[in-house]
């Protein structure tokens, strides 16, 4: 789980970052969220199409429930 409450612009290396991570952990059978990520960073991740291999919870509350329920 990210916290992108703070973040306010990511470009194209922090976008591989978040990629190349959630490679890595369905590999090992996990997930990648990237929680309570502010709207142009959230219609910047759903236009590079990474909402379809991302969780995009809006709060951490939300990540943290997805995650006991894997459980």
Do not use: W, Y
């Given at each position: ?32 969220q ?5 709207p ?9 199409g990474?909402d ?15 995650l006991?329920?894997?459980?």
């Amino acid at each position: 789980m990210v916290d992108f409450g703070q973040v306010s612009f990511i470009d194209s290396v922090g976008l591989a970052m978040l990629v190349g991570t959630a490679n890595r952990a369905a590999a090992h059978g996990s997930s990648l969220q990237v929680a309570c990520a502010p709207p142009k960073i959230r219609q910047l991740l759903r236009l590079a199409g990474l909402d379809r291999r991302i969780a995009l919870p809006r709060t951490l509350d939300e990540a943290r429930e997805a995650l006991e329920a894997r459980t």
